[in-house]
């Protein structure tokens, strides 16, 4: 993917992964480039070296396949490939996307006028101070502690069940070589990447709190119905392999409970919406720091221009119903108001304006990505026929 390095000339672009402690490393020892994020060449790397060592052991000693020294080999554990092979690839490719469409949407403010000319300079304040903050070293140092925390934490026996595979044989008590590997490689990689992606949440609120914070000119009448602001929804989509990635995890667990352990799907209907509403809370939630701004605007607008279009009416009442001379009137006169019909339409306008930029593709962008592999989880006992007619009648 092009990089163009930093766009220093634009000082109103930022991105939300490039120069972070995670970025600056891999670029240290040279995963990724002088040009460009490498972000194909990372995801392929991370999916070998996590799912090779696993995968030439398990063939090597019998721990792959059926009728093996494991009563559940490798390939029945769905969640290991899958962690390995699925969700670690998308949450690198993830940061192509944020990358690309944080760069596009920000200067967006300032192109369209939300950040007047004499407030540039705050929002351009604002991107060097939210820089500052992606690029602090102190939580990665966290995210670093807690992986290592986890890990201490977690057992690494047979008996927790994601580990059955990798028994040295049936009633060993130990583990084998892949299961060391998975977990001081795999599960660390992989809940590093979970960590740093909800910092990056975090980073992409307090991006668009502080910008709320400049005074934007949002336009009550705006057809988006967010003042303007209805662009921003798209940062949501951001974050939509991460919550594919998340649910492809969750669903091959699941998906292990059903078919080998005689799990009901109608069990886990609660958990897969749960885990659904969970993900579109979670990675919606930076558009909610704009929400001030949007409500304040959209209080005195409904006032102001309930208060101008009701002057329009009683002059067109007393026009044309009281028959009264109304001569070079400006109101009645004015191309911006038009027609009654018009000042109806401009009302109706501001009326609906939303107290937040979400609407439903900014949701979607997230909900879809995450139900989806709850989906092929749901077709192992449910027709797919029905799953759709289900949706379809949701949706209407």
Do not use: N
Not at 201 to 219: D, H, N, P, Q, Y
Not at 268 to 282: N, W
Not at 378 to 385: N, Y
């Amino acid at each position: 993917m092009a990089d163009p390095e930093h766009d220093a000339r634009d000082e109103t672009a930022f991105s939300l992964v490039r120069g972070d402690p995670l970025f600056r490393l891999q670029r240290a020892i040279g995963l990724i480039p002088r040009e460009g994020l490498g972000v194909g060449r990372r995801a392929l790397l991370l999916a070998f070296v996590t799912f090779a060592p696993i995968a030439v052991w398990a063939a090597a000693t019998g721990h792959a396949l059926p009728g093996g020294v494991v009563a559940e080999p490798l390939l029945k554990h769905f969640g290991v490939t899958v962690r390995c092979l699925v969700a670690i690839p998308l949450f690198v490719l993830a940061e192509g996307l944020a990358h690309a469409t944080t760069l596009r949407l920000l200067p967006h403010f300032v192109a369209s006028g939300l950040v007047p000319p004499e407030r540039v300079a705050g929002f351009r304040e604002v991107l060097r101070g939210v820089a500052r903050l992606r690029d602090a070293v102190l939580p990665w140092i966290a995210i670093a502690a807690a992986v290592i925390a986890w890990t201490w934490a977690s057992p690494a026996t047979p008996t927790a069940h994601e580990l059955v595979w990798a028994e040295e044989a049936e009633g060993a008590g130990s583990l084998g070589f892949g299961g060391w590997w998975f977990v001081y490689v795999v599960r660390p990689i992989y809940l590093a990447l979970v960590l740093g992606w909800l910092w990056r949440v975090v980073v992409a609120f307090v991006l668009l709190r502080r910008i709320a914070g400049l005074g934007l000119s949002l336009v009550p009448t705006h057809p988006d119905g967010a003042g303007g602001l209805g662009f921003i929804g798209g940062l949501t989509r951001v974050f939509g392999p991460v919550a594919l990635g998340a649910g492809a995890v969750l669903a091959s667990h699941m998906a292990h409970g059903v078919a080998y352990h005689g799990v009901q799907v109608a069990a886990l209907r609660l958990q897969m919406g749960g885990f659904v509403v969970l993900m579109v809370v979670l990675f919606v939630a930076p558009l909610l720091a704009l929400a001030p701004p949007l409500l304040a605007a959209r209080r005195p607008a409904r006032l102001a221009y309930g208060a101008l279009l009701a002057e329009h009416g009683r002059r067109v009442h007393h026009k044309w119903i009281e028959g009264e001379p109304v001569r070079g009137d400006p109101l009645l006169g004015a191309p911006e108001l038009g027609p009654v019909a018009d000042t109806i339409s401009l009302y109706g306008a501001v009326e609906k304006m939303r107290p937040v930029p979400i609407g439903p593709a900014a949701v979607l962008a997230v909900a879809v990505p995450a139900l989806l592999p709850l989906l092929v989880v749901l077709a192992i006992q449910v027709p797919l026929k029905d799953i759709l007619l289900t949706l379809l009648k949701a949706l209407a």
